[in-house]
């Protein structure tokens, strides 16, 4: 029997090719994440960061308040993770996650193990990018969520984390005295003493640590009030 045309199944309709300027538009938050890790820890920064807390600081917060998030970003606008992955579940325990890495490395015996050991440095490093990685994952992807608690849920890890480095950075610029014995070892050409270095690392911490957090979770929260009722669900 010779099939007729109706018994011949369409083929898929396959997605046309991304033009050059779609495709890198589309990737240009990944590769800017790839660009700002290779700088951070292939640059200068980690031969400075055993000998000045400040150095360390602009590490850490290249890793955690720029690269983190651009790479979840990037990752999910290049659809290399599933929409909505996560739909805020996670969000909390990424949180408390990145709230034992971040005060647990920067305890003074282990910042300043880390600085004279090559392998807890690239622990340090790993540790610092995978916790952030898996927040801003996690957050970002309670936005394709359409319960209301999961976007809630999304501003408040974020609003939570910015809180904790906001305090951290305070104690390290307020503290009277340094509280790494790595401070003691600067160049006798720096400029600032150990304890003016320590108050720029925790100045950095509160200006770009705590406010990256902070834009990042009052522009999920904003997406929560906007939400209208009847597209919210508990």
């Not at 392998?119 to 309670?142: I, K, R």
């Not at 976007?151 to 984390?161: D, E, I, N, V, Y």
Request: hydrophobic residues 55%.
């Amino acid at each position: 029997m010779i099939p007729s045309r109706w018994d011949i199944p369409p083929e898929p309709v396959r997605p046309a090719p991304l033009g050059r300027k779609a495709w890198m538009r589309r990737h240009a938050p990944l590769a800017l994440a790839l660009l700002v890790l290779v700088a951070a820890w292939f640059g200068p920064l980690p031969a400075r960061a055993e000998t000045s807390f400040a150095a360390h600081m602009i590490l850490h917060m290249g890793v955690v308040a720029l690269a983190a998030p651009l790479l979840a970003f990037g990752l999910a606008r290049s659809r290399l993770l599933p929409a909505g992955a996560g739909a805020g579940r996670f969000v909390l325990p990424a949180a408390l996650l990145e709230f034992l890495l971040i005060w647990g490395w920067h305890a003074p015996a282990l910042h300043d193990a880390a600085r004279q050991s090559l392998a807890l440095f690239a622990l340090e490093q790993a540790s610092f990018l995978l916790a952030g990685l898996f927040l801003w994952t996690a957050a970002l992807g309670s936005l394709g969520s359409q319960r209301t608690g999961a976007r809630a849920a999304g501003a408040a890890g974020l609003l939570l984390t910015s809180m904790h480095m906001t305090l951290l950075g305070a104690l390290l610029l307020l503290a009277p005295r340094p509280l790494y014995r790595c401070g003691t070892l600067c160049s006798p050409l720096a400029t600032l003493t150990p304890l003016e270095d320590q108050q720029l690392g925790g100045t950095l911490m509160l200006a770009v640590g705590g406010a990256a957090y902070l834009a990042g979770g009052i522009a999920l929260l904003a997406g929560v009030l906007n939400t209208r009722p009847a597209e919210a669900r508990p």
